[in-house]
């Protein structure tokens, strides 16, 4: 199994960004699926969560209301659709396969005036 993460960058506060995971070597569609993130200096912690069909999802507070995260079965993708975005919202961003404990290697998303 491997996800690869893509669509970080810079953006100013109140931005936008969509992140995309790209999963290889399974069926995304037989499996939940989550992002989490990792600020300088702190733990990384959870952001969102799919499961396989998109119906049912779960956020971090602090991201509710702001983000959204979907999934493309046909074509193996989970996004992260990310608006209003804060500063504190700077951090590397990392799909997760839960089942198996797979890992992307991350996309860097930096939100400053």
């Known amino acids: 199994a491997l996800l690869v993460e893509s669509g970080g960058g810079s953006v100013q506060p109140g931005g936008s960004l969509r992140l995309s995971c790209a999963a290889s070597g399974f069926a995304l569609s037989s499996y939940y699926m989550s992002w989490y993130r990792q600020a300088p200096g702190k733990e990384r912690e959870f952001i969102a969560s799919?499961?396989?069909?998109?119906?049912?999802?779960n956020y971090a507070d602090s991201v509710k209301g702001r983000f959204t995260v979907s999934r493309d079965n046909a074509k193996n993708t989970l996004y992260l659709q990310m608006d209003n975005l804060k500063p504190e919202d700077t951090g590397r961003y990392f799909c997760r396969r839960p089942t198996g404990n797979y890992w992307g290697q991350g996309t860097q998303v930096s939100v400053a005036a």
């Open positions: 799919s499961d396989m069909t998109g119906q049912n999802t």
